[in-house]
T-cell receptor, first 116, second 112 residues
Framework: AQSVTQPDIHITVSEGASLELRCNYS??????LFWYVQSPGQGLQLLLK??????LVQGIKGFEAEFKRSQSSFNLRKPSVHWSDAAEYFC??????????????FGKGTHLIIQP | EAQVTQNPRYLITVTGKKLTVTCSQN?????MSWYRQDPGLGLRQIYY???????DKGDVPEGYKVSRKEKRNFPLILESPSPNQTSLYFC???????????FGEGSRLTVL
């Protein structure tokens, strides 16, 4: 069965500093990978996704992620964080059966704190 | 506007009192799903549906029921709620090709 590991429960970064959130996955085939963000009291918003092709994926709000098959990783990066980036971040891998997509398996999330 | 709508957003109830959380999407998606979110556990899938009249169990289905009589609606039913079902619930939908989930804003349920 597939699984997603986000090793860091909390990360604190100074405003303006660079950010990298780690994600490792386990999946038997070529994965479809996602990063979602959840601001306090809000639902989940898609930041970016990887289906195939270029392994460096650009997303919204200045985020990017790189798929590394050899490391089973899909780390999220941003060169310079803003106070509004404080949120919970979830990595997810798609689940697919013969009928199509049947959901996502999520990591447990990384809580990002921005220091002024 | 494309959206997934859940109701109620907040609910406090007592043990054993049946309740239903509604979910509706306007994107004509085949796939719909319910997740619960708990601190330290992330999001876990409760049930999902790949089309009308087709539903299946996710990772944590115990204590829940669902139905899919229409493509746009996917209600979550708690026949006899218990305190361990106190949680934040999310409904989501997607098309079967991409798997990208679109989420509702969440329903916070407290069972006393």
């Amino acid at each position: 069965a597939q699984s997603v590991t986000q090793p860091d429960i909390h990360i604190t970064v100074s405003e303006g500093a660079s950010l990298e959130l780690r994600c490792n996955y386990s999946y038997g085939a070529t994965p479809y990978l996602f990063w979602y963000v959840q601001s306090p009291g809000q639902g989940l918003q898609l930041l970016l996704k990887y289906f195939s092709g270029d392994t460096l994926v650009q997303g919204i709000k200045g985020f990017e992620a790189e798929f590394k098959r050899s490391q089973s990783s899909f780390n999220l990066r941003k060169p310079s964080v803003h106070w509004s980036d404080a949120a919970e971040y979830f990595c997810a891998v798609g689940r697919y059966s013969g009928g199509g997509a049947d959901g996502l398996t999520f990591g447990k999330g990384t809580h990002l704190i921005i220091q002024p | 506007e494309a959206q997934v709508t859940q109701n109620p957003r907040y609910l406090i109830t007592v043990t054993g009192k049946k309740l239903t959380v509604t979910c509706s999407q306007n994107m004509n998606h085949e796939y719909m799903s319910w997740y619960r979110q708990d601190p330290g556990l992330g999001l876990r899938q409760i049930y999902y549906s790949m089309n009308v009249e087709v539903t299946d169990k996710g990772d944590v289905p115990e204590g829940y029921k669902v139905s899919r009589k229409e493509k746009r609606n996917f209600p979550l039913i708690l026949e006899s709620p218990s305190p361990n079902q106190t949680s934040l619930y999310f409904c989501a939908s997607s098309d079967l090709n991409t798997g990208e989930l679109f989420f509702g804003e969440g329903s916070r349920l407290t069972v006393l």
